[in-house]
């Protein structure tokens, strides 16, 4: 068990809602979850843009990073389709156009195999990964171990996050049939 403080303890603030308009008293928290989201997904942006800019490469959208750290986890090519799959974003085209920042920034390399295309880091890809993973450490890991010791906390709430995203993907397919 850890000493660290709960999140209640280290946040002891009223809820927020996103859209007070669009909850009953009994899906409160839900809005409250969304409004975590939506200020947790922009913060996460901006360090994403933020950190690769402390690695030396600026002008990339938080989503090149992402393609980026993609592309280099455990070395192996990927293609658009892959890629697409395991951040779990629906529209190809803006990967594709992640990834074609990412060649002309000399961070990618395009491999075509049959009428495959495949990509793969280059060695300053991999250089930047590696810049971005000291900064990360610097900053924001470091910060992290003062939090919780163990963890837990954190996996729950991931594991949360994952099930709400299956959730609002089952919803967002159904508003489609409206």
Request: glycine letters at 6%; a neutral charge; one cysteine or more.
């Amino acid at each position: 068990m850890s000493d660290a403080p709960s999140l209640t303890e280290l946040y002891p603030f009223a809820a927020i809602v996103s859209s007070e308009h669009l909850t009953a008293p009994d899906t409160w928290p839900l809005s409250e979850l969304e409004y975590g989201m939506i200020t947790a997904h922009n913060c996460f942006s901006r360090w994403l843009i933020r950190c690769m800019q402390a690695a030396g490469y600026a002008d990339f959208s938080p989503l090149d990073v992402l393609v980026l750290h993609n592309v280099n986890h455990r070395n192996r090519h990927k293609r658009p389709v892959d890629i697409c799959f395991l951040l779990h974003i629906e529209d190809q085209h803006t990967v594709n156009y992640s990834l074609k920042k990412l060649v002309k920034g000399g961070l990618v390399e395009r491999q075509k195999r049959g009428k495959e295309i495949f990509y793969s880091t280059t060695e300053a890809g991999k250089e930047a990964c590696s810049r971005y993973r000291e900064i990360r450490e610097k900053c924001l890991a470091s910060a992290y171990r003062s939090l919780d010791k163990d963890g837990s906390e954190i996996s729950e709430a991931a594991g949360l996050l994952r099930l709400m995203s299956g959730l609002y993907d089952q919803a967002s397919r159904a508003a489609s049939s409206f």
